[in-house]
Nanobody, 115 residues
Framework: QVQLVESGGGLVQAGGSLRLSCVTS????????MGWYRQAPGKQRELVAI???????NYADSVKGRFTISRDNAKNTVYLQMTSLKSEDTAVYYC?????????WGGGTKVTVSS
């Protein structure tokens, strides 16, 4: 069974930084890619960042220049480094992994940015 477990969420002041982690139950290379999504209260879940098996990355326009997705292959972990945080970044952040046939989700970690 594939498991994704997020951590690192919490309360942070606007302008601050936070790093989220997603640990997988197996090698991250088992997947075609991984990503981070977020869901703010009353809104739909949206894509934040992705990293493919080959290491290519892409970001939502709202976080470009502020967020960085990366991975530590030896630790089977994907990170989301968030800087210059804004109140608009407040959401539950979810780790995602996908193959050609399946998509998996973590349980989420809450990020609250105070102003």
């Amino acid at each position: 069974q594939v498991q994704l477990v997020e951590s690192g969420g919490g309360l942070v002041q606007a302008g601050g930084s936070l790093r989220l982690s997603c640990v997988t139950s197996g090698s991250i290379f088992s997947f075609n890619g991984m990503g981070w999504y977020r869901q703010a209260p009353g809104k739909q879940r949206e894509l934040v960042a992705i990293i493919t098996k080959g290491g290519n990355t892409n970001y939502a326009d709202s976080v470009k220049g502020r967020f960085t997705i990366s991975r530590d292959n030896a630790k089977n972990t994907v990170y989301l480094q968030m800087t210059s945080l804004k109140s608009e970044d407040t959401a539950v952040y979810y780790c995602n992994a996908y193959t050609f046939a399946m998509t998996y989700w973590g349980g989420g970690t809450k990020v609250t940015v105070s102003s």
